[in-house]
């Protein structure tokens, strides 16, 4: 089975923080994406790899940067957080392109 | 701007009915489709994949897909209150974005 993991389920943080989020999966997968979720608005993508150390941005990008060092692990940071930034973020991974997304648990920011 | 489109419900069916849910997409060019199923506060699961014009059947579930028509559908046979969940559509074009649907909400009365 394949499988994805959120480094935390819930989270709260201030305004101005900076807010790391991590993903991890164990299946070799090439291409990782971050997504963030709101009611009435879907899948919105903010940032996708494809490979070690290459990122692409996705529709949303702002206020939003990416990192992937190793292949199994795609990190989410928020430079600067603002309560608009209040959302669940899942991250997912698939095998190649066009190909099914396997998600992440999700995790639901609070920014106060 | 790509987009997919699904009516966000809720749908509301009874118990052993059949659940209809569709989704339509502009971009042409789009190879991949899919149906992923999310439980309020858990994160997708995949359902089905369809890639070529037809039906594709997988226990109750069967999806649909019309390329002429920029549509695909799935339909659940012998629905359950377990069913009940948002149901997303997701297209994609051949590269490495896959777009999804805001989601159809279904609720299945016992």
């Known amino acids: 089975d394949v499988k994805v993991t959120q480094s935390s389920r819930y989270l709260v943080k201030r305004t101005g923080e900076k807010v790391f989020l991590e993903c991890v999966q164990d299946m070799d997968h090439e291409n990782m994406f971050w997504y963030r979720q709101d009611p009435g608005l879907g899948l919105r993508l903010i940032y996708f790899?494809?490979?070690?150390?290459?990122?692409e941005k996705g529709d949303i990008p702002e206020g939003y940067s990416v990192s992937r060092e190793k292949k199994e692990r795609f990190s989410l940071i928020l430079e600067s957080a603002s309560t608009n930034q209040t959302s669940m973020y899942l991250c997912?991974?698939?095998?190649?392109?066009?190909?099914?997304?396997?998600f992440g648990p999700g995790t639901r920011l609070l920014v106060l | 701007q790509k987009e997919v489109e699904q009516n966000s419900g809720p749908l509301s069916v009874p118990e052993g009915a059949i659940a209809s849910l569709n989704c339509t997409y502009s971009?042409?060019?789009?190879?991949?489709f899919f149906w992923y199923r999310q439980y309020s506060g858990k994160s997708p699961e995949l359902i089905m994949s369809i890639y070529s014009n037809g039906d594709k059947e997988d226990g109750r579930f069967t999806a649909q897909l019309n390329k002429a028509s920029q549509y695909v559908s799935l339909l659940i046979r012998d629905s359950q209150p377990s069913d009940s969940a948002t149901y997303l559509c997701a297209v994609n074009t051949g590269g490495f974005k896959t777009i999804f649907g805001a989601g159809t909400r279904l609720f299945v009365k016992a």
């Open positions: 971009d042409r060019v789009s190879q991949s």
């Open positions: 997912a991974s698939s095998p190649g392109g066009g190909e099914t997304q396997y």
């Open positions: 790899s494809y490979d070690v150390k290459m990122k």
